[in-house]
């Protein structure tokens, strides 16, 4: 078999691209350009189940139409700057859109299925004080093309079914609201990813989590709750200041009563900070009743300058024993891609130094 080749050309870089668009929107793209709204269903089926990556593939479309499109748009806006494979078999791919600005999406394969964790902006805005992505800043939003474009990205270097994605990647998910939703559409109605597959980690923004519910998407929703306490979360994540605990406890609680689908409450357990039996205790009285579960993770080492550590296994077990002890459903989140800085938190486009603006573009 020909070794898999990425679409990496760099002429048509500023070319509008073909995915990130509905069928109908294809449809009408097609028929803009002179052919049958049926040119651009196939079109779809090029783009979404077949994951095309050169217009030369799609042969069942005229030589004139593909000569065009070729000509006006080009599939993907993505390139891939860096392609890193752990020792876990975990891949993490570097990519941008042509200019300097990169961000990252990871492919994690499991015995019974393949996930993957995607980006939804560059950098991130929300400052928490344990995340290499927040210690960046914020660059933009991703576009619909660059998020759906990560997932036909990491289909293509994947040798099974990708079936389940997360949002939590690079950057806060619920900030690009619109965005989010219509690639969340896409990935559903044109690739065939069940909702429920779908997983969106927020830091808890309460009017976004109000109109999530509305949307009537039975997408799997999580909360980065990390403490019960409003002054110990108020320093890890500086969000809690305009939406306290309570507050966006109460917005998931609403959410999970609207949906009828179980929700997540993340909780990041940093030594001596957030790991006390005090809090496990607070915590366990806060969900109670919920149909959630509570997912922990020991935090993965970054150095953001407050000497935050790695609780020992013990205290871990610890905290997880005073959960199941009040009858909360605990997971607990395996860390994985740790030689190649692709686990959680960890995301913060790695570049500098190593891909100048002029080596991004060539790529
Ligand atoms: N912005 C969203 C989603 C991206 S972050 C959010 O914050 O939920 C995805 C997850 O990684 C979040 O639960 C976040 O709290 C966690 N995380 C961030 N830094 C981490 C670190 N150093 N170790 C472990 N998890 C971390
Ligand atoms: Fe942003 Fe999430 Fe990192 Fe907080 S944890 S800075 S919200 S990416």
Redesign the pocket.
């Known amino acids: 078999m020909a070794p898999k080749v990425y679409n990496r050309g760099i002429l048509s870089d500023y070319l509008p691209s073909l995915i990130g668009n509905t069928s109908a929107e294809l449809e009408a793209i097609a028929v803009e350009l002179g052919e049958s709204k049926f040119r651009g269903r196939q079109l779809a089926s090029w783009l979404y189940q077949k994951n095309a990556q050169s217009f030369e593939e799609m042969r069942d479309l005229p030589a004139a139409f593909r000569k065009t499109l070729a000509e006006k748009y080009q599939i993907s806006p993505l390139r891939i700057a860096d392609h890193r494979h752990s020792t876990d078999d975990v891949d993490k791919l570097l990519v941008h859109r042509g200019d300097d600005q990169v961000f990252e999406c990871v492919l994690l394969p499991y015995k019974d299925r393949v996930s993957c964790?995607v980006?939804?902006q560059i950098g991130?805005p929300?400052g928490?004080t344990?995340?290499?992505?927040?210690m960046g800043g914020f660059d933009r939003n991703l576009t619909v093309a660059e998020i759906v474009g990560q997932y036909l990205l990491l289909q293509f270097i994947s040798p099974r079914r990708v079936s389940h994605l997360?949002?939590?990647?690079?950057?806060?998910?619920?900030l690009n609201y619109d965005n989010l939703v219509k690639a969340m559409k896409i990935l559903h109605d044109e690739i065939g990813l069940s909702y429920r597959h779908l997983t969106?980690?927020?830091?808890?923004l309460v009017p976004q989590i109000k109109l999530l519910a509305k949307e009537d998407l039975p997408i799997h929703l999580?909360?980065?709750l990390?403490s019960p306490f409003d002054e110990v979360r108020d320093k890890l994540?500086p969000v809690n200041h305009k939406w306290p605990v309570r507050e966006v406890v109460g917005a998931m609680k609403s959410y999970q009563r609207a949906t009828g689908r179980k929700i997540t409450f993340?909780y990041?357990l940093i030594k001596d900070v957030n790991d006390t039996a005090d809090q496990a205790r607070e915590l366990a009285n806060l969900v109670k009743g919920v149909p959630c579960v509570v997912?922990l993770?020991?935090?993965?080492?970054?150095d953001?300058g407050y000497g935050?550590a790695?609780p020992t296994k013990e205290r871990v077990q610890a905290f997880r024993n005073a959960l199941e002890g009040a009858r909360v459903n605990v997971t607990e989140?395996t860390?994985r891609g740790h030689d190649i800085a692709a686990?959680?938190?960890?995301?913060a486009g790695q570049h500098e130094g190593r891909f100048g603006k002029k080596t991004l573009r060539v790529l």
């Open positions: 964790c980006s939804t991130c929300m928490c344990f995340c290499a992505t927040g997360v949002f939590m990647g690079m950057g806060e998910p619920l969106v980690s927020t830091v808890g999580a909360l980065s990390h994540m993340e990041l997912n993770i020991p935090f993965n080492w970054v953001t935050f790695r989140r860390e686990a959680c938190g960890q995301l």
